[in-house]
């Protein structure tokens, strides 16, 4: 099974690619024409020379193989906006995106989920979790954060507005934007799981294992929530792969610099190769973490192994 998911995400990468490539090919203009119109200096014989020797004067196949194998031996090229190798842009944008976005994501799981159970299995207590998730929900990610600021930054001054620590992941960095993100997606795990919960425990075999003199406790995690946990790992691998394209508002707002505005900067810079790179890192994480929930599900749900 896992070694067949592994070659569809392969083949998905690469229809991805070459639809990408294609569609920036089909774009009008191209880098060449950005560095003319940026500096007038440049002639039409310098151009030519530009487009021969990155290879934008050979047919689209041509261009689009030669990429591709150089991808496929480990060879990003560079960064025309940011004259860099493609690696070294990628490699802290990333690692500062997965700290953001995968310490907010764990959070906003955690508290979700016991949210979830609190409704479920307390009647009582679901109408101040649906308030607590219909706040959640409205509150914009921007207003949010610059809230955030003014209260903890500006007025109490505990912790630092914006920016990244220049070593380490500066976690007193890290608090306001995790917070933010996990408080802007608590509210879809905390409606999920207490929609779930609530249908499991109305399950035939949940009165048997209470009949057993299962207590509420061992009922609700161990019986119940294996089994309501499904849908919520798949969101959860979805929002992983969303969140790993970089949390674009979050990161301004907080001036960090992740994947969010290294691929905003690349898509309106015509920064083509780090934009295809940066496109397929996202598509990567998304699947794989799709794959890591459907492992997590088939060893939740016995009846899932068998198919």
Not at 99 to 106: I, V
Not at 204 to 217: C, L, Q, S
Not at 284 to 289: D, N, Q
Request: glycine share 8%; net charge neutral; charged share 15%.
């Amino acid at each position: 099974m896992i070694i067949r998911r592994l070659l569809q995400i392969a083949l998905t990468l690469a229809i991805l690619s070459f639809c990408a490539f294609a569609l920036i090919a089909l774009m009008p203009g191209d880098p060449i024409e950005v560095a003319i119109a940026g500096d007038p200096r440049l002639t039409a014989e310098d151009a030519a020379h530009l487009r021969a020797l990155h290879g934008l004067d050979r047919p689209f196949t041509e261009r689009y193989l030669a990429w591709a194998s150089g991808l496929l031996r480990g060879e990003f090229g560079y960064s025309r906006l940011f004259a860099q190798p493609v690696a070294s842009l990628l490699r802290p944008a990333l690692l500062s995106t997965l700290a953001l976005a995968g310490s907010a994501l764990a959070i906003a799981l955690v508290a979700g989920v016991a949210l979830g159970a609190l409704a479920a299995s307390r009647p009582r207590a679901a109408p101040l979790v649906d308030a607590i998730a219909v706040l959640g929900q409205a509150m914009p990610t921007f207003w949010l954060g610059i809230l955030l600021i003014i209260a903890f930054a500006v007025t109490l001054g505990w912790l630092p507005a914006g920016g990244s620590a220049d070593h380490g992941l500066g976690l007193t960095y890290l608090i306001l934007p995790v917070t933010t993100l996990a408080i802007a997606n608590l509210a879809a795990y905390a409606r999920h799981s207490a929609a779930s919960l609530e249908a499991t425990l109305a399950e035939p075999w949940i009165r048997t294992a209470r009949a057993r003199g299962a207590t509420e406790r061992g009922v609700l995690w161990r019986h119940a929530f294996p089994n309501a946990a499904l849908p919520i790992l798949q969101i959860a691998a979805l929002d992983a792969g969303a969140l790993a394209g970089g949390a674009l508002v979050t990161e301004t707002v907080f001036a960090r610099p992740g994947m969010g505005k290294l691929l905003y900067d690349a898509v309106m810079g015509n920064d083509t190769n780090l934009a295809l790179i940066a496109l397929l890192l996202v598509a990567l994480v998304t699947m794989l973490a799709t794959l890591g929930a459907d492992l997590a599900q088939r060893a939740l749900d016995p009846r899932l192994r068998e198919r």
